[in-house]
């Protein structure tokens, strides 16, 4: 059996039983006391993945916002944010969003099998690209990333954070 990381998963919700609604732009779930606690989730992980539709709505960072938890990272040896992961069936997500340009670590784009080639040529330097399959795997998937995950250090990864920093 593949080595997997343990994953948690970050969502909010409304009273009603919402996470989002039909709009084009994001759905403000969460206070600034959530979004505190969700710094604070992020940064005791190793990566953070999110899906192509979260990147292109809501254009997020997916940064640790908070100087003194970028700090205790740094001390443990680690960077100042976790590595950002994105899933994506078809492989066309637009590398100028922010996801990709603000202070990543080595991004990595999880697509599927036939979308490979194109991706690779459309990141170029921005992401890395791994095949995860067709359809994409799940297990596959996390399996790769635990292969990755820095040495000494218990790998965790959030999946699913929207709240953009
Ligand atoms: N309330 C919250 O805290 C919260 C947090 C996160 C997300 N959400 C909401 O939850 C919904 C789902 O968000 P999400 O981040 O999971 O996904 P998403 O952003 O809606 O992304 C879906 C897209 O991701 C790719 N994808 C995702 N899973 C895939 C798979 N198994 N195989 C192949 N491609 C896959 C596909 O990309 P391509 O189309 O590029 O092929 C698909 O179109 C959204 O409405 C989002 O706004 C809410």
Redo the contacts with the bound molecule.
Sequence with gaps: MTDRPYTLL????SIDGY??DFADRQLP?SNEVDAERVDQVRASCDAIL??????W?NNPRLLIRSQALRDRRAAKGLPASPLKVA???????DPALRFFTTGGVGEIVYC?TPAVAKATRRFGEAATVVDAGD??G?RRMLGDLTSRGPAGYSSRAVA????SS
């Excluded at 970050?10 to 919700?13: G, I, P, R, V």
């Excluded at 999110?50 to 990147?55: E, F, H, K, S, W």
């Excluded at 899933?87 to 997500?93: F, N, P, S, W």
Aim: one cysteine or more.
């Design positions: 970050s969502c909010a919700m996470i989002d779930l999110v899906g192509a539709n979260t990147i709505r899933v994506t069936a078809r492989g066309d997500i599927t359809p994409i799940l699913r954070c929207r709240h």
